[in-house]
């Protein structure tokens, strides 16, 4: 049997048994306190959205017994009479536990907003910055704690900030790369050149934005590839955002035979007219006689679609293309082609050298 008035680093066994009781108590009842909140605010949730609650579940799934065991260990043994290097290596255990506990909890806080606020908001401007917000938040939370976990354990934090000075300019110089890829993200999540749904095109690159990283930009093109672009390239280059038209203009040409006659011709600008007015949700613009083709001549049209959808835009292209057609039979005007008459005045003068129709047959 133990004497459990035997001493060991100058306190007895029982006063050892008590204070670890103690702090095994403290995390037993934090542990039961972490299952009941997550359990109970879970099914909360699922009837009531309440925000605050909601919150308080999501930080309460960032505790860790081992971090908060860190601190109950140096309550349960404020009543031994320990070893001043004893006491001070509890004192640091329970203070960098402490600290990167209160970070997990507020880490949980901001990811739980983040996540709240990009599944109840439509502005898709504002999810496209979210990736961006959780960094840079996260960021500057855990140098926040780091500091003033390292000013608590005594480590001069001023000139440690002083001394990283000089190597972060070594740092920054091996990973500018990296960091014009953050700025860069950065500038798109301030300027807001585009946004996650936007289709644009970027060089011979065209598809619809998914997602705006830290480094890359990710589209998905219409034929169902995935395009990575560095965010860096990204801005060097012109963007051309297909999402932010308002009207789509569209142009298209076409050719008439030169056996028309000039009453018949002169009819035509007015026919595309009629015919582009009848198609909902276009405007029309201009026809024009253009100019004389090689064999045909040729009519400029320019209408405009009053959405900027693209698929909406060809069905009106294709109805104004079979109603053209249709008038043109009704009217008697030919579509023209690619042809070439051969007019012949003379066989002499036509194939010189050649011997008369009359020799030839004797």
Known sequence: ????????????????????????????????????????????????????????VAMARRTQQILILGVTLLIGTRYLDLA????????????????LQFGLWLSGALDFWIDRYRHTT????????????????????????????LDN?????TAMVAGLGVGGIAVALAV???????????????DKPFVVGDTITVDSF????????????????????????????????????FKRMRERRMLFTFGVVYEITPELLA?????????????????FDRAHFRGFGASSL???????????????????QQEINLALFRRFGEEGIAFAYPTQTLIVQGQAEQFPGAAPAAEAAG
């Open 206 to 241: 065209t598809g619809t934005v998914e997602q705006v990283g830290l480094k890359t930009t990710r589209l998905r093109s219409s034929t169902g590839e995935q395009i990575i672009i560095s965010n860096s390239d990204l801005l060097k280059t012109r963007i051309r955002n």
């Open 153 to 157: 354990l005594g480590v001069n934090v």
């Open 122 to 149: 439509t502005n898709k401007s504002a999810t496209t910055s979210l990736s961006a917000v959780s960094f840079i938040g996260k960021l500057l939370l855990w140098a926040l704690i780091l500091m003033l976990m």
């Open 176 to 190: 500018q790369n990296i960091l014009g890829d953050l700025f860069a993200s950065l500038s798109i999540v301030v």
């Open 84 to 99: 001043a290097s004893i006491d001070r290596v509890l004192i640091k255990v329970a203070t960098v536990s402490a600290f």
């Open 298 to 316: 040729d009519f400029e049209v320019v209408f405009w679609m009053l959405t900027p959808d693209f698929n909406p835009s060809l069905d009106a």
């Open 1 to 56: 049997m133990f004497d459990l008035q035997t001493e060991w680093l100058g306190s007895t066994l029982l006063e050892w048994a008590t204070a670890l009781g103690m702090a095994l108590t403290i995390n037993v009842l934090f542990g039961v306190a972490k299952w009941l909140i997550v359990k109970r605010g879970t099914k909360v949730s699922q009837k009531f959205s309440g925000s605050a609650n909601d919150a308080l």
């Open 267 to 283: 009819r035509i600008p007015g026919m595309v007219r009629e015919i582009v007015e009848s198609v909902p949700h276009t405007r």
